[in-house]
């Protein structure tokens, strides 16, 4: 369904659901709602992005389908969303490129996989030193990864910027605004529904979906910590690496590498696992590609500790290399979007909403 499609179901439903209300206690979409009499492309596009997708209201809906009404919100909720990723990504082309072509990205990895085994030459003669700078200089490191992610930071500003400008409230929001929106994102508030969990996979409440996306975001800064001592300690200490098992970045990246590998893992299966009935069948490829590049980002990572002292150090360090690029390469195009989005929509209505007390069942 393209977002010329999306959008006038999604503003049909959303009539239905403001005339009925059953659902008004579940989430943060329905109380956003109730202060909208027509819905706006940019407010479909707002509260889609407020959507944590957990199939709640499906399941509490007289009119879902078979009703002749075939009230779906979560899978028209997941359309809109999916296609907004696409209306506020910049450059625009490189995302419908990348939206069309999955070989385009899978050249991407191989290519630069093919380009670090040029530099590197024989990689099986590399030192037994776990010196990955034996492998791939210092400085070309620091020159690909870094331009990868100031690249990847302009281009999710400019993203949040467009959603912000075309869905946001119009002023700079306060302190106590940006503290309520970032408590209930890096609390999954409105994945817990008052305190009985979320109904995901299925229609029975479980907690597994939101413990498990804790494990993937809360690992994945881990990980992201690790590399930052890293650099604080090679730059400004003058500490090489490598460094030893029990140090501050190998226990940061260890614990965050384990989360990543349990947290996708699970997810992936609480995918496998999912109703049919809710789920927009674009959105969770996006999920799954995700996932995938998350898990092995992780696991050649983990791996790569394990070996580092080995021959097989040097090629494990070049097929990390290439994952963890192919995962910069997508951030602004792909699933982790929706956090940069997500976050923009909790601020909205916490402006919207600014005394609002955490919803309740």
């Not at 690249?151 to 912000?164: I, T």
């Not at 501050?248 to 260890?254: D, E, I, K, N």
């Not at 349990?262 to 696992?273: C, D, I, N």
Request: with cysteine; proline share 6%; aromatic share 14%.
């Amino acid at each position: 369904m393209s977002q010329d499609s999306a959008i006038p179901e999604g503003a049909r439903i959303f009539t239905i659901c403001n005339a009925c209300r059953y659902c008004e206690g579940y989430c943060a979409v329905f109380p956003a709602m109730e202060h909208r009499r027509v819905f706006t492309p940019a407010d479909l596009n707002y509260l889609a992005n407020l959507c944590h997708d957990c199939g709640e209201c499906f399941y509490a809906c007289q009119y879902a389908p078979p009703h002749e009404f075939a009230v779906n919100l979560p899978k028209t909720m997941a359309q809109i969303r999916i296609e907004s990723y696409r209306r506020y990504a910049w450059p625009a082309p490189v995302a419908r490129a990348l939206e069309r072509n999955t070989i385009f990205l899978l050249a991407l990895l191989a290519l630069f996989l093919i380009l670090l085994f040029a530099f590197v030459g024989r990689l099986s003669e590399a030192p037994r030193s776990g010196d990955f700078y034996l492998v791939i200089s210092h400085r070309a490191m620091v020159i690909m990864f870094g331009a990868a992610a100031l690249a990847v930071s302009v281009l999710l500003s400019m993203g949040f910027r467009r959603f912000w400008r075309e869905t946001g409230a119009g002023k700079t929001p306060e302190w106590p605004v940006l503290r309520k929106a970032f408590r209930d994102a890096f609390t999954l508030e409105y994945l817990r529904s008052g305190g009985t969990e979320c109904t995901y996979p299925g229609e029975h409440h479980s907690g597994a979906r939101r413990w498990f996306h804790h494990a993937t975001f809360y690992g994945f800064l881990l990980c992201f910590a690790s590399t930052s001592v890293a650099a604080f300690y090679d730059n400004i200490l003058g500490w090489k690496a490598p460094y030893g098992y029990l140090s501050l970045p190998v226990v940061l990246g260890t614990l965050g590498g384990l989360g990543l590998l349990a947290g996708p893992a699970r997810l992936l299966v609480l995918k496998r696992q999912r109703d049919p009935a809710p789920t927009e069948s674009r959105q969770a490829t996006l999920d799954i590609a995700f996932l995938l590049l998350l898990f092995f980002t992780s696991l050649t990572g983990l791996l790569l500790l394990v070996l580092r002292e080995t021959r097989a150090m040097a090629p494990m360090l070049v097929v990390h290399l290439g994952i963890v690029m192919a995962l910069f390469l997508t951030m602004p195009y792909g699933k982790f979007v929706h956090a940069v989005f997500r976050i923009g929509a909790l601020i909205r209505y916490s402006q919207e909403h600014p005394s609002a007390t955490d919803i309740r069942r």
